[in-house]
């Protein structure tokens, strides 16, 4: 499903299923643990956040961040 990147982090918080998706050909994968602990895997990358704001800014996609990439990518 296509989302926007506010729809993307209000789906993180609402705890309810990973959130999986694929970009660059790479999956990545958004454990939401808490509202505060929050675990992606990406390549080989794995970092545990404990603000949504830091994970949907951080630039671990290629350097570009969740809320750059999130009308390229299709929430699984």
């Known amino acids: 499903m296509k989302l926007n990147s506010e729809e993307i982090k209000n789906l993180i918080l609402s705890l309810v299923q990973d959130v999986v998706f694929e970009y660059d050909n790479k999956t990545c994968c958004i454990n939401p643990w808490s509202r505060t602990k929050f675990e992606v ?36």
């Open 41 to 76: 895997g990406y390549n080989d990358i794995v970092k545990i956040y404990s603000d949504i704001d830091d994970l949907m800014n951080d630039t671990i996609f290629n350097g570009r961040s969740l809320s750059d990439i999130a009308d390229e990518i299709e929430i699984e």
